[in-house]
């Protein structure tokens, strides 16, 4: 595995990059990191090349100074590709605001991409309730710092069988959100609420496209993935059971295998 900080953008961008073929981007949710893909990087990366970023803000990025919205992360990524000499089409996987971002890739850069992997994700923008939620989300983590959100997240990102059998699991996602910067949750949690809808779009996204919904998942309401399969031309969708928000943490083996199928099945 080859790991680098790359400079663009006004910032550096922490990427692991790691197997051989055509090139895989895994975008990582919120407010998680890189470290989400774990345990689905040996299997895909005997396939493909990945590429892991762990998003300005998170992990080993440091927090740039742009604002964190879905288009400037989206804008940020292409340029990270060029950097590292990635010019032909990808494919690209995002998991819920790694999907708002993906979408906003597939927007600015259609030429870019040669398929869409939307998981635990929706293409509709914030209501004004959602987006309000947001804003004391931000103020909320600024005051108090992570512990909080560290304490309660997990118990939405997680199915109630991932709850109940992998404690060790809850352990590692709260660990994971402590160790944000409360700065970059407060800066992505305000950059989701400006997002575009893209419903009216997806009609227009030609390329092959999955969509992974968890069967348990309490964030994305089940008919978001739905009306993403209906709408976009050539989508099909997987629904994965005893999974919530966090497919390929909960359900690794049904993950990349279902990736591994659609992507050969496209190439
Ligand atoms: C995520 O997992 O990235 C978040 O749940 C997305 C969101 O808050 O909309």
Not at 12 to 35: A, E, K, N, Q, Y
Not at 38 to 66: E, H, K, M, R, Y
Not at 165 to 190: D, F, T, Y
Request: charged fraction near 20%; charge should be negative.
């Amino acid at each position: 595995m080859s790991v680098k900080a790359i400079q663009v953008n006004n910032t550096s961008i922490h990427v692991d990059l790691l197997g051989s073929g055509p090139s895989l981007m895994l975008v990582h949710g919120f407010p998680l990191d890189r470290t989400m893909w774990a345990d689905v990087t040996n299997v895909l990366a005997q396939s493909f090349q990945l590429v892991i970023p762990d998003l300005p803000g998170f992990g080993a990025s440091p927090l740039p100074p742009w604002p964190l919205t879905p288009a400037n992360y989206a804008q940020t990524l292409a340029l990270l590709l060029t950097e590292l000499k990635i010019t032909s089409p990808i494919a690209i996987c995002g998991l819920s605001m790694g999907g708002y971002i993906a979408l906003e890739f597939w927007h600015q850069h259609p030429q870019r991409l040669n398929a869409l992997i939307l998981t635990n994700t929706k293409a509709s923008a914030d209501s004004p309730d959602a987006r309000d939620n947001r804003e004391q989300a931000a103020q909320k983590v600024l005051a108090n710092g992570t512990t909080d959100l560290a304490r309660s997240m997990p118990e939405k990102l997680l199915s109630e069988k991932s709850l109940a059998q992998s404690p060790e699991l809850k352990v590692r996602i709260s660990e994971m959100i402590e160790h944000q910067s409360p700065e970059s949750i407060a800066a992505a949690s305000r950059g989701m609420a400006q997002r575009h809808d893209f419903t009216d779009r997806l009609d227009n996204i030609s390329i092959p496209t999955l969509v992974i919904a968890g069967e348990d998942d309490k964030l994305i309401p089940l008919d978001e993935s739905k009306r993403m399969d209906h709408m976009i031309p050539n989508a099909s969708m997987k629904l994965i059971s005893a999974a919530g928000h966090l497919s390929p943490l909960e359900q690794p083996t049904v993950f990349t295998q279902t990736v591994s199928q659609f992507l050969s099945s496209h190439a």
